[in-house]
């Protein structure tokens, strides 16, 4: 299991508030994780919303299948710098555009990883937590599932998740303008 919680007080009514209330699960993916069957109360997931009670054990299964159905799969070579059961974490070349678009149906990073996914017979839909620009290289992050996925880009809004970036000049500056350097990014 990927989230496990064990009912210790009373702080809990039901599921779906130990759910929102604990792990930030949006009202979206608890409606998804309850179809899917992946939530699971004393090792059931038959529990209609059952009040909690103490000893309770909760327990999600977050790895369920999805497909990104709009995405065409393209072999690619990809730069793979990290990679677990939640994460795809890549370094993304300059000229590359992030995901699809009417320019870029099937030449993206995306298409790569649909395809890098398929190849390795994960069927997870293409969660980008953050982009690049076409001509930016650097590091781009896929979520494995919808709930890192929710989980990186509420830390990147509140500031918690921290991004830097590099800039490379080629030539002479005539003058100094300004510092552009963001301190909440």
Request: net charge positive.
């Amino acid at each position: 299991m990927d989230l496990r919680y064990e009912v210790t007080d009373n702080k809990y009514f039901n599921i779906k508030e130990l759910l929102r209330n604990e792990f930030s699960v949006s009202s979206r993916l608890y409606t998804k994780l309850k179809n899917y069957n992946h939530i699971y109360l004393n090792k059931s997931n038959q529990f209609f919303d059952d009040t909690l009670h103490i000893g309770d054990i909760v327990e999600i299964e977050l790895g369920f299948d999805e497909e990104s159905e709009n995405i065409v799969p393209n072999k690619m070579s990809l730069d793979i710098l990290y990679e677990d059961k939640y994460l795809l974490i890549l370094n993304k070349p300059a000229k590359l555009a992030v995901h699809p678009s009417i320019r870029h149906f099937d030449d993206t990073l995306s298409n790569g990883v649909k395809y890098y996914f398929e190849s390795i017979s994960l069927k997870r839909k293409i969660r980008i937590v953050n982009r690049l620009d076409k001509d930016t290289s650097g590091i781009v992050i896929f979520a494995k599932n919808e709930y890192v996925q929710e989980a990186l880009i509420s830390q990147m809004k509140n500031n918690i998740f921290k991004k830097e970036y590099i800039a490379i000049l080629d030539g002479i500056l005539d003058k100094k303008k300004r510092n552009y350097r963001r301190s909440n990014h």
